[in-house]
């Protein structure tokens, strides 16, 4: 067991390593930025950074310490039974260990499991007094600088997942091994969905047997009762034709609905690139304004995230901070990740060529200018081509909505007046229909000029 006690101070140790090498950066750049632009950061940031170092260093010099006591103690041992409070702390007695070891059990984050360490139990007070430092400044500096979710509209996971889960979970995981569901994972990816691949394929099966079920109920309504406009009347026709042509709906109702749930995502994911692509040609300027201070470009995209005019594109730079303040990847890396996994093919332009830009040295407010010239005049091409679409619309709306009635009412008049009635309806009643059919065109217009309508 010392074996694995030994596994786990190493596997320890590379994860604080890897912590160290995330803060140290975040404060190399803030010291840069202090020195080449002058920039006044927060004291309290810096601190914290600081601070988290620090313990991590500690802790880090403590497992270090532990190591040759571990590889001479190798060995059979015994491990008493303790209580399960956090930290939890076992004593190992062995038969050659020169100093007492003990284990201790911890969470380094509410998301992540326990992970298990073994010590010196003179270090044990100051490893976790540094351990207890280092998660204060750390979920400090995560509150300030993490990445909140964005409220979706399709809601986080639910009862609805739990129970497709339960019974769907095998197969969804099944045809994820095979590969089925890469695509449906990229879509899912663009549109910022909270549902990993796997719990929305389960979803999309227990919708579908939710249909099957609905369809088999009306298909047993169907059988006895057709729907007129007279009502519900008793089917005369026997019961296997009746079967016969209604049989389609227990396949159509579910594969229908499926299909429907397996295409949301693309469709979303297209409506948000869309939008996206209407803030890029503003969102270039603003970045091509911000980098002729030659600040450091990671700034610039936080300075982008704190204004609330780019609602859409603020989640795509969102992900690329979070890669690189907590994933320790490094600009050009988190760049290209970004521009692989977003919902617009401008977007991933710009930051591919970004991530070219900074690769070769060039100058990063020259790339943005001319950018933001060729995504104006794409910006400038949109706008004149919606103000055609409208005015062709105009042109349909005049000669439906108010030239066919008058001709219509013009007509009815005069058979009104000669005694001839269509479908044997009176004046009155088709003036009615006619301003009822005005009325419903009117919102079908509104709709779909509100759809078209640019939102920047």
Do not use: C
Not at 327 to 351: H, I, M, N
Request: proline share 3%; hydrophobic share 45%; glycine share 4%.
């Amino acid at each position: 067991m010392t074996i694995d006690a030994l596994r786990q101070n190493i596997l320890r140790m590379k994860e604080i390593i890897r912590e160290m090498y995330v803060f140290s950066n975040q404060s190399n750049i803030i010291k840069n930025l202090e020195v080449t632009s002058k920039v006044v950061i927060n004291t309290r940031e810096k601190k914290l950074l600081n601070d988290a170092i620090s313990s991590l260093i500690a802790q880090l010099k403590i497992l270090n310490k532990s190591l040759p006591d571990l590889v001479d103690s190798i060995g059979f041992y015994k491990k008493l039974k303790g209580s399960e409070a956090s930290p939890e702390i076992h004593k190992i007695e062995t038969a050659e260990v020169k100093k007492d070891l003990v284990q201790i059990k911890y969470r380094p984050s509410v998301n992540k499991e326990k992970v298990e360490i073994t010590i010196s139990e003179m270090d044990r007070k100051e490893f976790l007094e540094n351990l207890s430092k280092s998660n204060l400044s750390i979920n400090q500096l995560k509150n300030k600088f993490s990445v909140e979710r964005p409220i979706a509209t399709f809601g986080k996971p639910n009862f609805y997942a739990k129970i497709s889960n339960r019974f769907f979970r095998n197969i969804s995981t099944k045809l994820l091994m095979k590969g089925y569901l890469e695509s449906l994972n990229k879509d899912l990816r663009k549109m910022n969905s909270p549902f990993v691949v796997g719990t929305y394929a389960s979803m999309i099966l227990f919708t579908m047997l939710l249909a099957t079920i609905f369809s088999v109920f009306l298909i047993l309504f169907l059988l006895f009762y057709k729907i007129t406009l007279d009502g519900l009347v008793p089917v005369e026709e026997s019961f296997f034709l009746r079967f016969y042509r209604i049989f389609w709906i227990i396949l159509a109702v579910p594969i229908g609905t499926g299909l429907l749930m397996y295409i949301y995502p693309k469709s979303e994911g297209k409506n948000i690139g869309a939008k996206i692509d209407q803030e890029l040609p503003f969102i270039a300027i603003h970045m091509s304004a911000i980098a002729t201070s030659g600040i450091e470009p990671t700034t610039i995209f936080e300075i982008i995230i704190k204004s609330e005019e780019y609602k859409n594109t603020r989640l795509e730079f969102r992900k690329l901070l979070n890669l690189i303040n907590f994933q320790g990847f490094d600009l050009v890396t988190a760049l290209q990740k970004v521009a692989g996994s977003g919902p617009s093919a401008k977007l991933r332009e710009l930051l591919d060529g970004l991530a070219t830009t900074i690769t070769s040295g060039g100058d990063m407010h020259e790339f943005l200018d001319k950018h933001a010239e060729g995504l104006l005049f794409d910006y400038r091409l949109e706008r004149e081509r919606y103000t055609k679409t409208a005015e062709t619309l105009m042109d349909i709306y005049i000669s439906i909505s108010i030239a066919a009635p008058m001709i219509l009412l013009m007509l009815f008049i005069i058979m009104g007046s000669t005694g001839m009635y269509f479908l044997g309806l009176t004046t009155d009643v088709m003036a009615v229909l006619i301003i009822l059919s005005l009325i419903f065109l009117n919102v079908i217009f509104l709709l779909f000029l509100r759809l078209k309508q640019p939102t920047f």
